[in-house]
Structures are given as C-alpha cells and as structure tokens.
C-alpha cells in the first residue's frame, strides 16, 4: 500500500517568512508532485520530478522552488511566503515505469500565511 | 494545450436518483483519463481510469473521443457518494478540472 506523508497538516506563517513543506513516498516512485488545491481552481501543477535532482516547472512555478536530493523526498520551499500563498498543498507521486500514471496523494498541508 | 472542463462546481442529486458527472477535454493525441474523489476528510485518491474500463463503487466512464467527452455516473446515488470529484487528464503530468462537489440528498 503506498504511502504518501506530508511534515504538516496546518501550518501557518508570517508574511516574508521562508516556508518549507515536506513530503515522503516509501514506494520508490521515481515521480512526485507538488499542487496547491483552492476552491474554484482545482489542482493547479507547482513543481514535478522525474528523479533525484531533476525538476520541471508546472503551471504555477512563481514564488516557490523544490528540492529533491533522494528518491523518496521532495520538498516545497516558499522562499518568501505571501498572503496569496495561503492554500492548501497537495503532495503525489507516481511511477509510469512500474506501468501506472496513477497518481498517490498525500493527506495536505494547509498553509495560513498572515 | 490540454485542458479539462468541468462544467458544474455543484451538483445536488437524490439519494437512489441517477448521477451525471460532466468532464470535457481537449487534447492532442490519445488522451488517458481518470476520476479522482476526495471524501471528506480523506485524501484524494483515484477512482477509475478510462483504459481499465472498469466499475468502481457503481460509478462508470466512457470515454467519447467525438465529443472530447469522459462523464461520470452512476444509477442509483448513495449517501457515501458525497464528495469532490476531479476529472484529470494526461500521462506523466496530469490536468485537473476544477472538480465538482456533489452532495447526496438523503
């Protein structure tokens, strides 16, 4: 059974404040995924990575970056948290090479910046 | 670009009343398709996907590649069917809609 674990459940943040949201697979999925999740707007793509060190930008890259320095890790770093961040964060991961595009989700962070 | 339609934020059905989810698409090439639900206070997690043509909790999907099309449904509505639903669309990266919360008159 894949498990996805994300460091927070609630978390919340001053204005300007560096922000960083862990989350752990223990499949060895070579995928993951950082979303954020709001009302009206769905699942909206940060960052993926398609291995250790490799990322690619998604649909909404600006004002956050991403780490991957082992397989089963990828964080979310808000490098200067901002009101319009407040979201909640959605972790995934995935392993097309084990035949499967499904996605695992994490449980979410909701993140309050003030 | 991809990009997934899902028309109503909410959807209010019967209990025992049949369910129509609507997803449209557009997309270059052989699309895979999937439901996603969230219950509350559970995380998201993949409900079907259009290649296993398979029924999952009686809720099936069609892919209809004419009217770029992949709807949800299920006969009879159940209590328990109260969720977000999310049609997404892709391989490696996926699309999401917007997702559609439907609630389950008792």
């Known amino acids: 059974d894949v498990k996805v674990t994300q460091s927070s459940r609630y978390l919340v943040k001053r204005t300007g404040e560096k922000v960083f949201l862990e989350c752990v697979q223990d499949?060895?999925?070579?995928?993951m995924f950082w979303y954020r999740q709001d009302p009206g707007l769905g699942l909206r793509l940060i960052y993926f990575?398609?291995?250790?060190?490799?990322?690619e930008k998604g649909d909404i890259p600006e004002g956050y970056s991403v780490s991957r320095e082992k397989k089963e890790r990828f964080s979310l770093i808000l490098e200067s948290a901002s009101t319009n961040q407040t979201s909640m964060y959605l972790c995934?991961?995935?392993?097309?090479?084990?035949?499967?595009?499904?996605?695992?989700f994490g449980p979410g962070t909701r993140l309050t910046v003030t | 670009a991809q990009r997934v339609t899902q028309p109503e934020k909410l959807l209010s059905v019967f209990k025992g009343a049949p369910v129509e989810l609507k997803c449209n698409y557009s997309?270059?090439?052989?699309?895979?398709l999937f439901w996603y639900v969230q219950y509350s206070r559970q995380r998201l997690q993949l409900l079907l996907r259009?290649?296993s043509r398979e029924s999952i909790k009686g809720f099936t999907a069609d892919l209809n590649k004419g009217e770029t099309s992949f709807h949800l449904k299920k006969p009879f509505a159940q209590e328990e069917d109260s969720a977000m639903y999310y049609c997404a669309l892709g391989r490696e990266k996926l699309t999401f809609g917007t997702g559609t919360r439907l609630t389950i008159i008792p």
């Open positions: 499949m060895d999925h070579e995928n």
């Open positions: 997309y270059s090439g052989s699309p895979e």
């Open positions: 990575s398609y291995d250790v060190k490799m990322k």
């Open positions: 259009h290649i």
């Open positions: 995934a991961s995935s392993s097309p090479g084990q035949g499967s595009y499904e996605q695992y």
